[in-house]
């Protein structure tokens, strides 16, 4: 029949590790709830700005505001004129630089980001000293040992205390904590962006940009009747392709702030070297 030695509890009251060495600590994909950039400005500048396919569709909308007068009775109101369109191709167009354009970006807010960090391996944190330990219902071992051609009934021990124990090395194949790392917010402080660059920068998919002027309005007045006649122009710009060449950005964040941060992690090829325990007390001993 398999026995175990049960010790109700056992205490170290100090103890110092001479070295320890951990071979890798594996960190999982990173996990970011949120992150939120708060007063980000940026200063970007290109080298050159080439378009293609360029076309420009302007239309005119005519408006005519009325009034009529005639002391004894007015009225007035407005009146749709109609609408004028044309358009003009420009080809391509080269614009050679693009200086100090100023962006101002008050709030950003990204989602579900992710990010993948290489293994962290040879790592030595050096020495090491711990204080008070307390290990309660111990049972060793874990499935009970036999002694052939020997039987006890029973052993019971009050209390044993050992006053100076060394260990030579304990090392530690594998360990895998099953729960994440999870820190629920960070906030960095403000983020100076001094300088960066990317050689060429390739539009994707067709640009369109469209605009609206200030209506612009000629009066007339004939006494007793007139009017004003309104022209509101509207441009439509078509860009096929666009490249911009030799990018720099440089700018600043006033903060950064992750929230719901989640790391899992692995720790391999742990050693602890040369441990010295000051004194061990275990209590109510049997098997």
Do not use: C
Request: no cysteine; hydrophobic share 50%.
């Amino acid at each position: 029949m398999a026995q175990t030695i049960n010790i109700s509890q056992a205490s170290f009251a100090s103890g110092a590790i001479a070295d320890i060495k951990i071979g890798e600590i594996v960190l999982g994909g990173v996990t970011i709830g949120q992150l939120q950039l708060q007063g980000a400005s940026f200063n970007v500048a290109a080298g050159s700005a080439f378009l293609e396919n360029v076309r420009i569709v302007i239309s005119l909308d005519f408006a005519f505001d009325w009034w009529i007068n005639l002391g004894f009775w007015s009225d007035s109101g407005t009146a749709d004129v109609g609408s004028l369109s044309f358009g003009l191709s420009l080809g391509n167009v080269s614009i050679p630089s693009l200086n100090n354009i100023p962006l101002s970006v008050p709030n950003i807010v990204l989602a579900n980001l992710s990010a993948a960090i290489a293994p962290l391996t040879s790592i030595d944190l050096g020495a090491a000293t711990f204080g008070a330990i307390t290990a309660a219902n111990i049972a060793l071992p874990k499935d009970g040992f036999t002694l052939a051609g020997f039987g006890l009934s029973g052993v019971s021990i009050a209390n044993v205390q050992v006053p100076e124990t060394t260990v030579a090395t304990i090392s530690i194949q594998d360990f895998h904590p099953s729960a994440h790392v999870a820190l629920s917010s960070a906030t960095l402080g403000a983020l100076q962006i001094p300088s960066a660059s990317a050689a060429d920068v390739q539009g994707t998919a067709p640009v369109s940009v469209s605009g609206t002027a200030s209506p612009q309005g000629l009066a007339l007045n004939l006494g007793v009747l007139g009017g004003t006649l309104n022209v509101t122009p509207t441009a439509y710009i078509s860009i096929g392709a666009l490249q911009l060449q030799g990018v720099s950005l440089s700018g600043s964040v006033t903060q950064a702030i992750l929230q719901n941060i989640g790391v899992p992690v692995d720790l391999s090829g742990i050693t602890l070297s040369n441990i010295g325990i000051g004194q061990i007390n275990a209590v109510n001993i049997g098997l």
